[in-house]
Each structure stands twice: as C-alpha cells, then as structure tokens.
C-alpha cells in the first residue's frame, strides 16, 4: 500500500507520517521534498521558483516511489503538499501504476491554527 498524505504546508502531513509509521510495522517513510533540494540545487528553476513546476521533478518522484516498491516490500507513506491539479493527477496517476493500493488522504485544518503552525516551522535551509 501507498499512503499519500496531502494538505496546506503546516497541517500536520508529517507529524502524521510518522505516527502511521510508528503503527505500521512494516512501513517507511518516503518524502519527494529532499527531491525537490537536490533538484533546486542541480538544474535552473522556473520563474515560479517552484520545483514541482519541472518535469524533472515529478518524474523522479514517481521512479523514486517506483524503485521503493521494487526493492522494499513495506508501505509507503508520503507526505507531501500537491496542489497543482495537474500534477495531483500526473503523479497520483503514475504512483497508482506502480500499486494500486493507493490511499490518498488531504489534510484541513482552520486558518487560524494554519497561520500559527506556518509561523512556527522549522523550515530546511
């Protein structure tokens, strides 16, 4: 199985990631943003100054999750904030090619609570 957690930056993607993982023993957590770094770091950026806007991107994040699969036989939990319709579609369609048990769960919360977490992150560099 697959589980992709979406929603807002500072919804609590991660911190819940963590805690499937800590319940599901077999298990791991996988997180296209450290692709987005090396990316960031290897090729020029669009003018959006977005990652997820390059092809690059969305390419390796399926072929990442593709030779997880091939080579753990755990779940996989993703927590990462996919928002561009297209890209939601393009990347959930290609990681469903690879298992079809795909559970893809969007995290809410309310302005208030977001804007507090936002501005209490920890951000990488």
Not at 56 to 81: C, F, H, K
Not at 88 to 111: A, K, P, W
């Amino acid at each position: 199985m697959i589980i992709w957690i979406n929603g807002p930056f500072g919804a609590g993607k991660t911190t819940l990631a963590k805690r499937l993982r800590d319940r599901r023993s077999k298990s791991l957590i996988f997180d296209p943003e450290e692709i987005g770094f090396v990316v960031k770091e290897t090729v020029p950026m669009p003018a959006s100054g977005d990652y997820q806007d390059l092809p690059l991107w969305r390419g390796l994040t399926i072929a990442a999750v593709r030779e997880i699969r091939r080579n753990y036989s755990q779940d996989i939990i993703i927590p990462m904030t996919l928002v561009h319709p297209d890209y939601l579609t393009e990347i959930l369609d290609g990681v469903r090619r690879i298992d079809d048990q795909l559970l893809h769960i969007f995290l809410t919360l309310n302005e208030d609570l977001l804007r507090h977490r936002i501005a209490n992150q920890t951000m990488h560099p």
